[in-house]
C-alpha cells in the first residue's frame, strides 16, 4: 500500500541527567507527558500503526504509552545499543505485511513537535524520489547534534555523529533532528547492514545516509526555522525551558483566537485546556488538564483549576477547584476552594473561605462567607448563612444535606447530616440542625440568652474588664436594662434570622 504509514517513536534510553524516578518521557509539560505530545504529534497523521520501542523503565513507560494509544505495538529493546539498533528492534516486532510503504522515525522526548510539522515532513518525503528524508535544522551551536554533510552538488551525503566528526565535519551548523522518513524497503534492506563501528560503538541509524549513497540512492534534507521542535528534554533545566516555549506558544494561539491574557508570564494553560473568545485570564492562572472555559468568563487573578468547567460570564477569583462546574454567571472567590463534585449553579455564589465538596449548589443560590458544604445539595436561591459547618461524616461514614429552594438559613448553623431543611425555610443564628425542618419551618435550636448580672465586677474585680463595666452600668439610665432576671423572654424565638 503506498499509502501505509508507520511512526516508531524511540523511548527506550535512559534519562540519567534528569535524576529522577520517573522515566524521562513520562515528565509533565503543559499538562502531558513528552511522550505523550510526541504521540499526540504522531497520531496527528493519521498512521496506519505506531510502534513505540521501550526498554528504560518499561514498567512505567509502556502501560503509560498504551493508555494513550490503545491500539500501539510496543517493542521492548532490552539493551540500548544505538537508535539503529532500536529500529530494529521495532521493525522486528512489526508482521511482514506491516513493513510497508513510509516509515518516520521520532523520540519520545520532543514535546514541541507539532504534527503539522510531521505531516509537511511526510508529504515531502513521498514527494521525492529518495530512499529517505531527514529533518534538518540550521543551530548557532550544533553540539551533541550529528552533522548534515553535503557534497559538491549540495547533495546529502552523511550524518556525522558528534563524537565521530573531523574539526571541518563538526564546524557544520546543519544538524539531524533525529526525525527521519525511510521507504519501507529501503529500511527493510539498510537496517541489518548498519555496523557499530564508530566512536560510542552504538548502531547508528545515520549510517542509514552513507549506505544508501553507497547503493546508489538519494538521500533529501527537509529543513525547518522552528528548531525547538524537535529539541529534547534531557534536564529539568531544559525541562522548564521547553515547558515554558510551549505555554508560550499555547497562550499565544489562544490570543489569536480572542482570548484576553494579561499577563502571559505569569499564566499557565495546558496543551487540552479550552477556551472560549473573549474569556479573560487575569495575572497568575493556571488551568490544567481538561479545563474549559465558556465566553466572558473573567479567571483570575490568582486561581488554578484542574478539570474545572466554567459557564459563560462567570466570575473565578482567587479560588483552587479541580473537578468542578461552575454555572453560567457565577460567581466564586475570593479564597475559595472548590473539591471535586462541586456543581454551582447559574448565577450561583460560592464566597469568601467557602470549601465544597460534593455539593451541588442551585441556580442563585449562595454560599457567601467562612463556610464547609459537603455532600450538600442547595436548592435554587437558597441561601447559607456566614460559617456554616455541614457536617457530613459521622466518624464511619458521609452523609448527605439537602437544603430546600429560597430557604434561607442563619450565620454560624451547623447541618448535622443526614438531615434536610424544607424549601422556603429559616433557621436562627447558631442554630445546630439535627433533625428535618417542614418546609417554610423556623428552625432554632440555640436556648434562650440568659445574663449572669454584674458578673465581671464580682467575678473580675480590679480588672480594665470590671472597670469599664462599672463606669458603663454608672452611665445607665435606663433601669430595664440590667434586669435581675436575665433579659427580654423570648427575644430569640420567633425573630427573624440573623443572616450572613
Ligand atoms: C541522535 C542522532 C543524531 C541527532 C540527535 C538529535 C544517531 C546515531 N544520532 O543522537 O544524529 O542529531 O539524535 O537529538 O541516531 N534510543 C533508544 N534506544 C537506543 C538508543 C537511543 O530508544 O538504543 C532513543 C533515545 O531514548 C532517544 C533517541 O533514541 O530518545 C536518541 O538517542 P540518543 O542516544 O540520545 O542519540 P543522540 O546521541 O542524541
Ligand atoms: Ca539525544
Not at 75 to 81: F, L, V
Request: with cysteine.
Amino acid at each position: 500500500m503506498p499509502d501505509d504509514l508507520t511512526v516508531i517513536v524511540l523511548a527506550a534510553g535512559g534519562g540519567t541527567r534528569m535524576r529522577s524516578k520517573t522515566a524521562k518521557v513520562l515528565h509533565p509539560i503543559s499538562g502531558r507527558s513528552m511522550v505523550g505530545h510526541v504521540l499526540h504529534a504522531a497520531r496527528g497523521l493519521e498512521p496506519t500503526r505506531i510502534v513505540a520501542v521501550v526498554g528504560h523503565q518499561r514498567e512505567q513507560v509502556g502501560p503509560h504509552i498504551e493508555a494513550l494509544v490503545p491500539d500501539v505495538t510496543l517493542s521492548i529493546q532490552e539493551t540500548q545499543e544505538g537508535t539503529a539498533h532500536a529500529v530494529r528492534v521495532a521493525w522486528q516486532a512489526l508482521p511482514e505485511e506491516a513493513r510497508v510503504g513510509t516509515v518516520v522515525i521520532a523520540y519520545g522526548d520532543t514535546p514541541l513537535l507539532e504534527a503539522e510539522t510531521l505531516s509537511r515532513f511526510v508529504r515531502f518525503h513521498r514527494d521525492s524520489p529518495v530512499a529517505m528524508s531527514i529533518l534538518t535544522g540550521v543551530v548557532a551551536d550544533p553540539t551533541g547534534y550529528g552533522r548534515i554533510v553535503r557534497d559538491e552538488q549540495d547533495a546529502v551525503a552523511a550524518i556525522v555523529e558528534e563524537k565521530d566528526a573531523s574539526p571541518d565535519e563538526a564546524a557544520i551548523d546543519e544538524i539531524n533532528s533525529g526525525i527521519l522518513a525511510f521507504d519501507a524497503d529501503f529500511l527493510d534492506e539498510v537496517l541489518p547492514r548498519i555496523s557499530n563501528d564508530n566512536a560510542k560503538g552504538e548502531y547508528y541509524l545515520t549510517d542509514a545516509v552513507a549506505l544508501a549513497r553507497e547503493a546508489g540512492r538519494t538521500v533529501a534534507a527537509f529543513a525547518i526555522d522552528d528548531v525547538v521542535q524537535t529539541e529534547g528534554a534531557n534536564d529539568r533545566a531544559q525541562l522548564a525551558a521547553l515547558a515554558a516555549e510551549m505555554n508560550r506558544r499555547i497562550l499565544a494561539r489562544w490570543m489569536r483566537e480572542g482570548v484576553t491574557v494579561v499577563d502571559p508570564s505569569s499564566t499557565w494553560v495546558d496543551a487540552d485546556v479550552k477556551l472560549a473568545a473573549d474569556v479573560t485570564l487575569l495575572p497568575g492562572v493556571q488551568l490544567h488538564g481538561a479545563t474549559v472555559v465558556e465566553e466572558d468568563a473573567v479567571i483570575g487573578p490568582d486561581c488554578t483549576l484542574k478539570d474545572v468547567e466554567v459557564g459563560p460570564g462567570a466570575r473565578v477569583v482567587r479560588a483552587h477547584g479541580e473537578l468542578a462546574v461552575i454555572g453560567a454567571g457565577a460567581s466564586v472567590g475570593p479564597f475559595a476552594y472548590l473539591r471535586p463534585g462541586t456543581v454551582l449553579g447559574r448565577d450561583g455564589k460560592i464566597g469568601t473561605f467557602v470549601e465544597t465538596k460534593n455539593a451541588d449548589i442551585g441556580p442563585g443560590a449562595k454560599v457567601p462567607h467562612l463556610s464547609y458544604v459537603g455532600d450538600a445539595t442547595i436548592g435554587e436561591g437558597a441561601n447559607i448563612g456566614a460559617g456554616t459547618i455541614f457536617a457530613n461524616y459521622d466518624g464511619l461514614q458521609k452523609n448527605r444535606t439537602t437544603i430546600g429552594a429560597h430557604a434561607k438559613t442563619a450565620s454560624n448553623n451547623t447541618f448535622v447530616a443526614p438531615v434536610s431543611v424544607g424549601d422556603g425555610a429559616a433557621t436562627g443564628a447558631g442554630s445546630v440542625i439535627r433533625r428535618d425542618v417542614p418546609p417554610g419551618a423556623l428552625a432554632v435550636s440555640s436556648g434562650p440568652q440568659r445574663h449572669v448580672e454584674r458578673w465581671a465586677l464580682r467575678k473580675r474585680p480590679g480588672t480594665q474588664q470590671a472597670e469599664a463595666a462599672e463606669k458603663a452600668l454608672g452611665a445607665q439610665a435606663d433601669p430595664a436594662v440590667g434586669r435581675p432576671d436575665g433579659g427580654t423572654p423570648g427575644a430569640d424565638v420567633g425573630d427573624a434570622p440573623t443572616s450572613g
